[in-house]
């Protein structure tokens, strides 16, 4: 059995890009891997955060998770300020991977714009804590959506490199699992851009607290074209909005692109955004529910962290002494 490590950050709305990319596959891989699963609180604070907000999405996305079914018996849930080994890896792994390196990361291009020189340290660095994240527990598999995917290769270049600067085989390499026919979820606003926490406009996302109403009136409000829906996936080529919600569909109802084009095609949109909205309900209605009760109930996701935290630090102890000692620092 290999072991699974991913993360999720506490800045703002979970939405359904965040869902279907990520956490329902974690739910799904829970029972085959030995799983951690991380709030990551340190990744957050690389853009500003108000303090009293980020403590209270650290709690919405643990309590997000366990909505949707992650069971913290089984798996690791934390949130990763609670274990002080990220950022004492991280800082090792400042020190192995390459300017050059980071200097190709798009997600820092993306997030820093024009004003580079205004941007953190941290925002830049950011690659090498994620790296620290995933090797400080040896994790074997990371299942995230296609946007992390040049971070993990990342991850993968600076495992290998730390194992041959010292000439050991301490971490494993890991390996990306992206899974699904909704990896990337596209804006409801713009089919070329990802469906993103960090999108002014709430009507570009579906929040998984979205009640029906919310969800109805967005995927109405949904940028489409002019055409009925295509029959056969080469129709939806040049189509980036058809095409995402034709994603997001299959991904709802667990088929394939295909499949779910075959239901649909030649519909107009006007009907097939509701069948899309009645699908999207019945799947986020009762996380949605669940997550209402856990909201009222802080104590218990704030004791399910705690135990996550303390597990996790017992996992991430003999790591740190081994990366310690390989690296020479003296045992006193
Ligand atoms: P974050 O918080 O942006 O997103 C959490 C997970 O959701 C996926 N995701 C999407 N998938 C499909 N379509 C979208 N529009 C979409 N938006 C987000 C992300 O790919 C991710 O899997 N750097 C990471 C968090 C992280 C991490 C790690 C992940 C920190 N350390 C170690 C894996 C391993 C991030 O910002 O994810």
Known sequence: MGRIFSGVQPT?????????????????????????????DLHAITVWQDPAELRKSTREVAA?????????????????????????????????????WLNRMTQFK?????????????????????????????????????????????????AQKFNN????????????????????????????????KSDPSDYSRINMTDDADAIALKVRKAKTDPEPLPDTLAGLDA??????????????????????????????????????TDV???VLGPINAEMKRLAADPAHVDAVLREGGERARALAAPVLDEVFEVVGFLKT
């Open 110 to 158: 993306e997030k820093a714009g024009k004003d580079r020189e205004n941007a953190s340290v941290g925002l830049y660095a950011y690659p090498n804590l994620m790296a620290a994240d995933i090797l400080l527990y040896k994790a074997t598999h990371v299942p995230v959506g296609e946007d992390q995917k040049q971070h993990l290769e990342l991850a993968r270049d600076i």
């Open 239 to 276: 189509r980036p909005e058809a095409a995402n919600l034709v994603g997001l569909y299959a991904a709802l109802l667990d088929l394939d692109r295909e499949g779910a084009l075959t239901r649909v095609a030649g519909r107009p949109f006007s009907e097939f955004k509701v069948e899309l």
């Open 12 to 40: 703002g709305n979970l939405h359904l890009g965040n869902y279907l990319g990520a956490i329902r596959n974690w739910v799904r891989l829970q029972h085959s891997f030995e799983c951690l699963f991380c709030i990551v």
């Open 280 to 282: 999207a309900v019945s």
């Open 64 to 100: 997000g998770l366990l909505a949707a079914g992650i069971d913290p018996a089984r798996n690791v849930v934390f949130h990763q300020s609670s274990v002080p080994g990220h950022a004492q890896l991280a800082w090792v792994f400042n020190c192995v991977a390459r300017l050059g």
């Open 165 to 196: 600067d010292f000439g050991v085989g301490t971490f494993p390499v890991p390996e990306p699992l992206i899974l699904g026919p909704a990896a990337r979820v596209m804006s409801l606003r713009d089919g070329t851009r990802k469906m993103s």
